[in-house]
């Protein structure tokens, strides 16, 4: 798995292709094994964390700093660098090697990145309990530290190792949950089964990921709420009413539409962090500029453990 690899090699375009080439984003997609919206989406995400538009490089130091959470910034910070900056295609490389990865290969190098493959300290884990909880006081910090500490090791030492890790995870009591926090696709399911262009020379650089699939819109029939259909307002609002109930995962179910953390984020500020508005406003967004329709809220929903919401369409 090329994530959390600090020596893997670092490896880039020609010079001569930059952001604002004809072929930035097809060169990318060929050299990258990857579709052309699947690229165009990390491209989106690539200068969401604060890339450069006219190098398409990223230097962490420099770009990404607020805009990135704990664990986005253990993750960038473990790409290989030249001079500091992260080239556009290393990133595409490993989102896609996370993409293949199988469950033992991503949590194997989930313990590799949070510190350089050696055994968790209390320090690091404390450290990883505060990115969960980032509004807790220190002693709900301490104590879940311990608690944490207590699960991966049952008690026998003050330090945490590859095999602890492993063992926790394979025997954890909702594996399905473990499934879906693993679970990572660069674009949803129903714009990565489009069918690749044969010839990309015309493709415009420019266009959002899932551009295309507008030219469908005229196909689909608006409002009307079945499940080849947009969903209405109202059924997004009924979405975003349930999904805002405290014990329910809005996040998720926008990362599985699509919504990269973030975008999500940025959702958050524009709505005064209120939930139902973030979620309805977002959830618009995704209708109106995928499309998306009613058939795939249903299918994210029941992919993220909504399924009595995903019945109610």
């Not at 020609?14 to 990390?42: C, D, F, M, Y």
């Not at 995400?45 to 700093?65: D, K, M």
Request: a negative charge; charged letters at 25%; hydrophobic letters at 30%.
């Amino acid at each position: 798995m090329g994530v959390a690899q600090s020596s893997a090699s670092v490896q880039d375009l020609s010079p001569g292709i930059t952001p604002t080439s004809q072929n930035w984003i097809t060169s990318h997609a060929k050299k990258a094994g990857l579709s052309i919206p699947e690229v165009q989406r990390l491209w989106d995400q690539f200068r969401h964390l604060g890339a450069s538009s006219v190098t398409g490089r990223l230097n962490p130091a420099i770009s990404a700093g607020s805009r990135l959470n704990y664990n986005s910034h253990m993750f960038i910070n473990s790409l290989p660098k030249a001079g500091g900056n992260i080239s556009f295609l290393n990133y595409c490389i490993a989102c896609s090697d996370i993409e293949n990865s199988t469950e033992e290969e991503k949590l194997r190098s989930i313990f590799y990145l949070y510190n350089d493959g050696k055994e968790w300290d209390y320090s690091v884990l404390r450290k990883l309990v505060q990115s969960v909880y980032p509004r807790e006081n220190d002693d709900v910090i301490k104590s879940t530290t311990d608690t944490l500490l207590s699960q991966f090791t049952y008690g026998s030492h003050d330090y945490v190792t590859e095999m602890d890790f492993l063992r926790f995870m394979r025997n954890f009591d909702d594996h399905t949950l473990i499934e879906n926090c693993l679970s990572y696709e660069i674009i949803p399911p129903y714009l990565k089964n489009q069918k690749r262009d044969d010839d990309l020379s015309d493709y415009n650089p420019t266009a959002r990921s899932g551009q295309r699939l507008l030219n469908n819109r005229n196909n689909l029939e608006e409002g009307e709420g079945g499940v080849g259909s947009l969903p209405s307002d109202q059924q997004l609002k009924t979405v975003s009413q349930l999904m805002s109930e405290p014990q329910r995962d809005w996040g998720r179910l926008l990362n599985t539409l699509g919504f990269t953390e973030g975008e999500i984020k940025d959702g958050e500020r524009e709505n005064g962090n209120d939930t139902y508005d973030t979620v309805l406003a977002m959830l618009t967004r995704w209708r109106d500029s995928e499309p998306g329709t009613t058939l795939e809220l249903k299918q994210a929903l029941e992919e993220t453990n909504n399924a009595d919401i995903s019945n109610r369409l």
